[in-house]
């Protein structure tokens, strides 16, 4: 069964400071995986998309993120937090290879942007 | 891009009554839609997955009955909340799943007084 590790719950950093949120994802095929963010009260956008291509993949707003195989990692990362940052991540992978099945999510990390 | 328009963004309703939230894709057609529910600084949690023109299915336990979900064409899926009650009250979020892949709604805060 395919799941996802959002190993920290919340990461505050300063302004200008990079950004690291880490997810750790478990699978029997090749994932397809997926950074959605959510502010408050918001439905949620797409950040980036691995789907077994470049293994870097780069994102909106500055994000990009790394597929691991040998760690079985997928980490967000920016170089430059913004106070528009903060926010709610979510680490997500589809449950069938491709794009079809349930996406299965973790359990979210909050960004806390301090100025 | 991809648009999922939900409505309402926000609906009060009293205990004992019924809601109906939309979720349309405006510029796609979507053969597959998600509803999910969302607790407060809890992640998403899968209610049930509906195909254009057949019955939903829906994750263990959510009450289908109490959660009627209708697809009734490849732009709109409605999640009706029947006899709601405070426990009901909570984020819903609709995914409507096309040839752009996964595209969210903006959410339906209910509050059942």
């Known amino acids: 069964a395919q799941s996802v590790t959002q190993l920290d719950s919340h990461v505050s950093v300063s302004e200008g400071t990079p950004v690291l949120l880490r997810c750790n994802y478990s699978?029997?095929?090749?994932?397809?995986l997926f950074w959605y963010v959510q502010h408050p009260n918001k439905g949620l956008q797409l950040l980036l998309k691995y789907t077994s291509a470049a293994t870097l993949v780069k994102g909106i707003n500055g994000f990009e993120a790394e597929f691991k195989k040998s760690e079985t990692s997928f980490h967000l990362t920016k170089p430059s937090a913004h106070m528009s940052d903060a926010a709610e991540y979510f680490c997500?992978?589809?449950?069938?290879?491709?794009?079809?099945?349930?996406?299965?999510f973790g359990q979210g990390t909050t960004l806390q942007v301090k100025p | 891009g991809a648009v999922v328009s939900q409505h309402p963004s926000r609906v009060i309703c009293k205990s004992g009554t019924s809601v109906k939230i939309e979720c349309r894709s405006l510029?796609?057609?979507?053969?597959?839609m998600f509803w999910y529910r969302q607790f407060p600084k809890k992640s998403l949690m899968l209610m049930a997955t509906s195909n254009e023109g057949s019955k939903a299915t829906y994750e263990q336990g959510v009450e289908k009955d109490k959660f009627l979900i209708n697809h009734a064409s490849l732009t709109l899926s409605t999640l009706t909340v029947t006899s709601a009650h405070p426990e009901d009250s909570s984020f819903y979020i609709c995914?409507?799943?096309?040839?752009?892949?996964?595209?969210f709604g903006s959410g339906t805060r209910l509050t059942v007084v």
């Open positions: 699978s029997s095929y090749s994932p397809s």
């Open positions: 997500v992978v589809s449950e069938t290879p491709g794009n079809t099945g349930k996406l299965i």
């Open positions: 510029d796609f057609q979507a053969t597959t």
């Open positions: 995914s409507a799943n096309g040839n752009y892949g996964y595209t």
